[in-house]
């Protein structure tokens, strides 16, 4: 079952920051923090993970603090495209097989 | 590049009709593979997953059953579809040694 809580909206204005925050505070040390957007009637993207470093990629920036129990998924200019269902999920890393649990994420509503 | 595909794109059955919905993965070869469903409003639910030909795991007991007979073919069936099986069924796969899971569009079924 899902293992993170997540506001249920959020709204940012065009152009401006949007973070989107996650609590995991059972968060084990072999497990790993995604994030995955869902845009509507599409299926889930995969954005960004990482395990104990603040990680960025051209989409956003994950930052995950010291004692791993919450992270921010910061979105640095975020346009009316971005407006979805942001869904963070801590995953254990098993070889050969993984399982993830989605939960309810959090609807970002982007604003002109 | 890998790409997924589903098929139909939309679906409208009648209860007790059966159903078969089907997956395709190009560009990559032995992926996990996996089906979700989404009720209206609701987070995702892991359905079935696979790490191999002919090789499948349920995560819930219920109406649907799922086979995979070719590496790259992911099947969800059902022999008399219930109304709550009314849902959006997603496939997706992922490499066995990598973490993200890569979704496909999904098929959005009605079952009236």
Known sequence: DAKTTQPPSMDCAEGRAANLPCNHSTISGNEYVYWYRQIHSQGPQYIIHGLKNNETNEMASLIITEDRKSSTLILPHATLRDTAVYYCIVRPFHQGFNKFYFGSGTKLNVKP | ?112
């Open chain 2, 1 to 112: 590049s890998q790409t997924i595909h589903q098929w139909p794109a939309t679906l409208v059955q009648p209860v007790g009709s059966p159903l078969s919905l089907e997956c395709t993965v190009e560009g990559t070869s032995n992926p996990n593979l996996y089906w979700y469903r989404q009720a209206a409003g609701r987070g995702l639910q892991l359905l079935f997953y696979s790490v191999g030909i002919g090789q499948i795991s349920s995560e819930v007991p219920q109406n649907l059953s799922a086979s995979r007979p070719q590496d790259r073919q992911f099947i969800l069936s059902s022999k008399k579809l219930l109304l709550s099986d009314s849902g959006f069924y997603l496939c997706a796969w992922s490499q066995r040694e990598e973490g993200e899971q890569f979704f496909g569009p999904g098929t959005r079924l009605t079952v009236l």
